[in-house]
């Protein structure tokens, strides 16, 4: 008896339908979870130490967040190679919205100028930045030094040059630290921490003699007198902190802040980066969120994530002129 092998026209069209429907269900399936995220916790990882400007903002964020979407915001600090080895792990994740990272523009822009990173920057998604922010020249209460000229004039008195704390080799605080060397034509020796807040420690104890600090975390020790700010980095002075003048007053021109905000890993579905950017934007135009910024020496701002894909590239192109300027290559 011979037995045939084809396929019965029948099961075909049953095997047709079948595929047709599962894959009907595939594509309902994605916009129906993605609509209703969360439905967990997300994870917010930060590549920063607790307690520095990175983390400051991320936990307002996170909060906020929290508040809006009914789920709670969990933030996930990944300290350590200027934010590489958070980062990293980050990049790794599933790309269903439940694991997030607030960086800074360290992580897309600068590192791939200065550092050899184990990450694809490109792999980074914009979903909106939530502050800028500029940088204190800290140094302990009893330097030899009220402001920026007196700074330098003792710098160049000290042969091997100055002690300065950064948040790691080609973070922003790196950068602004050589760029501020480069122009006031003095040697300074930069010391890596972990993390803002270390630095500032470090500013604190005597380890170093001066250090490019965010508002938030230096401000406490200045107004306990056990710290004093020189300068600010910002174009114009903080209307939170007139007292304290711009770099830009004694080197013409000179400025320089950072910003930070949420990243998503590729293939995200859209409408929950959308999701997390509405609920920024949302925020920093709350009264409360943006009193609390600016009384941290923040500046709120929120973007949708094609904005912040711009400011990213615009971003490239400055730094690579500033890390040319100063000096800096990669390691």
């Known amino acids: 008896m011979t037995v045939s092998t084809r396929p019965h026209p029948i099961n075909r069209r049953r095997a047709g339908a079948l595929f047709a429907a599962c894959a009907a269900s595939l594509m ?8 209703k995220w969360p439905e967990r916790p997300v994870t917010v990882v930060v590549p920063y130490a607790p307690g520095g400007f990175t983390d400051t903002l991320a936990r307002i964020a996170s909060q906020y967040l929290s508040q809006e979407l009914g789920q709670s915001f969990v933030v996930d600090n990944r300290p350590g190679a200027g934010g590489g080895i958070g980062t990293t792990s980050f ?32 792999d980074l998604q914009p979903v909106s930045i939530f502050g800028r922010i500029p940088f204190l ?45 480069h122009r006031a034509g003095i040697n300074v020796v930069t010391v890596p921490y972990k993390g803002s807040a270390p630095a500032a420690a470090a500013v604190l104890q005597g380890d170093v003699d001066m250090a490019w600090a965010g508002v938030s975390e230096i401000m406490p020790l200045i107004e ?35 910003w930070n905000g949420f990243f998503a890993v590729p293939n995200t579905p859209k409408d929950i980066i959308e999701k997390v950017s509405e609920v920024m934007r949302k925020a920093v135009a709350d009264p409360k969120i943006e009193g ?25 192109a400055f730094y690579a002129k500033a890390v040319k300027e100063a000096g800096l290559t990669q390691q």
């Open 292 to 316: 609390q910024l600016r009384k941290l020496g923040f500046d709120p701002a929120a973007m949708t994530p094609e904005e912040m894909a711009k400011l990213m590239a615009s971003d490239k």
């Open 91 to 122: 990049l790794r994740s599933t790309p269903d919205g439940y694991t997030l990272m607030f960086g800074s523009a360290t992580q897309p822009s600068l590192a791939p100028l200065t550092r050899k990173i184990t990450y694809n920057a490109d």
């Open 224 to 258: 306990s007198g056990k710290v004093k700010a020189l300068a600010i980095s910002s174009p114009q002075r903080l209307s939170t902190l007139k007292d304290i003048p711009t770099v830009g007053e004694t080197l013409d021109g000179f400025y320089l802040q950072t």
């Open 28 to 35: 309902l399936a994605g916009p129906a979870s993605a609509q």
């Open 137 to 181: 020249l800290a140094v302990r209460a009893d330097f030899p030094a009220n402001n920026v000229k007196e700074l330098i004039a003792h710098a160049k008195t000290v042969k091997q040059g100055l002690n300065a704390a950064v948040t790691g080799s080609g973070t922003t605080s790196h950068l602004i630290t050589t760029s501020f060397a």
